[in-house]
């Protein structure tokens, strides 16, 4: 479970984090409010938030889907962020057929194999397309008139 307002979870919690993040201390490691700033943003940017917990697989925080691709997203808050075993065992699940893992921490862009790393700034480019709200499909059934439609074209 999400909470919307990333402040009031940090008062929230038991040791009032909000002031050395205030203060630019980032050497807080509070992956839950992590975890909850790139949730919100996530459905900001047009995903159904989703997360694994398999036992043989362990915890995926999000798995999204974007386009036709299935995506695992990890998001890690401390100097750790290459170890990630789930993601891992994941990835090596063929039927799964996971397109690409990708690492929000803090970190440069970079590609290791199925893995990409990606600075915690960049979840802001991780968009849903979505069709304009004008866009309207009109199909041409025009054709099917000579399978017994009544004579104004109605089917």
Same mark, same amino acid.
């Given at each position: %479970? ?13 040791? &009032? /984090? ?8 980032? #050497? /807080? &490691? %509070?992956?839950?409010?992590? !975890? ?19 036992? &043989? ?14 995506? #695992? @997203?990890?998001?890690? #808050? ?8 789930? =993601? ?9 057929? @996971? +397109? ?11 590609? !290791? ?8 700034? %960049?979840? %802001?480019? =991780? ?9 309207? +499909?009109?199909?041409? =059934? ?9 004579? #104004?074209?109605?089917?």
């Amino acid at each position: %479970m999400f909470q919307n307002d990333g402040g009031l979870l940090c008062a929230a919690g038991p040791e &009032n /984090v909000q002031f050395p993040i205030l203060q630019g201390d980032l #050497s /807080v &490691n %509070m992956g839950s409010i992590l !975890e909850n700033v790139f949730a919100v943003q996530l459905v900001t940017n047009g995903f159904e938030l989703r997360y694994l917990n398999k036992r &043989n697989v362990g915890e995926l925080d999000f798995v999204i889907q974007k386009d036709t691709q299935i995506l #695992s @997203l990890e998001i890690k #808050s401390g100097k750790d962020y290459r170890f990630y075993a789930s =993601l891992n065992h994941a990835l090596n699940v063929k039927e799964w057929a @996971l +397109a690409e893992g990708i690492v929000f921490g803090p970190c440069n862009v970079e590609t !290791e194999g199925h893995v990409r790393y990606l600075p915690w700034y %960049m979840i %802001m480019f =991780l968009v849903q397309e979505r069709l304009p709200a004008h866009f309207t +499909a009109v199909p041409d =059934l025009s054709a099917l008139a000579e399978f017994g439609a009544g004579e #104004s074209g109605d089917i």
